[in-house]
């Protein structure tokens, strides 16, 4: 078991682009692991493996709902099934302490390998059509606060910059 370091705003190496994972082997299984603890041992429901400083398309996802079975998504794909927008106030393991409402289409089809590397499908509506988008602008590089308005971004910024410099 390992509790691996979570990059925190504005590190720029949370804006690299992950690489596809090219083959599910022990190595990558090992990481997955890691993961769920490190989200675990930080409160989270969705974890993408950017946030680890590993750029390689990977998410975890555990929502602790009524079916709160742990999901791996490996080089995931959405495609937007209905153009509406559903707002929802998002948080983020590498933004912690803030939370801002972002607009995201609310029903998506997921596409991904499983944590055994075999392909899934699955239709998502409400906080998992929500999670998923979130963590695949991670292996984007892209972070919720990028939705906000630059002021807001900013005032986020400080604030941990100044959080960043009082414990290193
Ligand atoms: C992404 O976020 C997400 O600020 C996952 O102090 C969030 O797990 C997707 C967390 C909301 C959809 C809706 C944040 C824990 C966890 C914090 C998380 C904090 C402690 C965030
Ligand atoms: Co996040």
Known sequence: MAILNILEFPDPRLRTVAKPVSKVDATIKTLIKDMFDTMAS????????SQVDVHLRIIVMDLGETDSRPRVFIN???EVLDQDLSPYDEGCLSVPGFYETIDRPAH????ALDGDGNPFEEEARGLLAVCIQHEIDHLE????????????????RKK?????????
């Open 160 to 168: 941990l910059e100044k959080l960043h410099k009082q414990n290193p």
């Open 141 to 156: 590089g892209k972070l919720f606060v990028d939705y906000l308005s630059p002021f807001k971004r900013q005032r986020i």
């Open 76 to 78: 995931p794909q959405i």
């Open 108 to 111: 998506v089809m997921i596409r």
């Open 42 to 49: 930080a409160n989270g429901i969705g974890l993408a493996a």
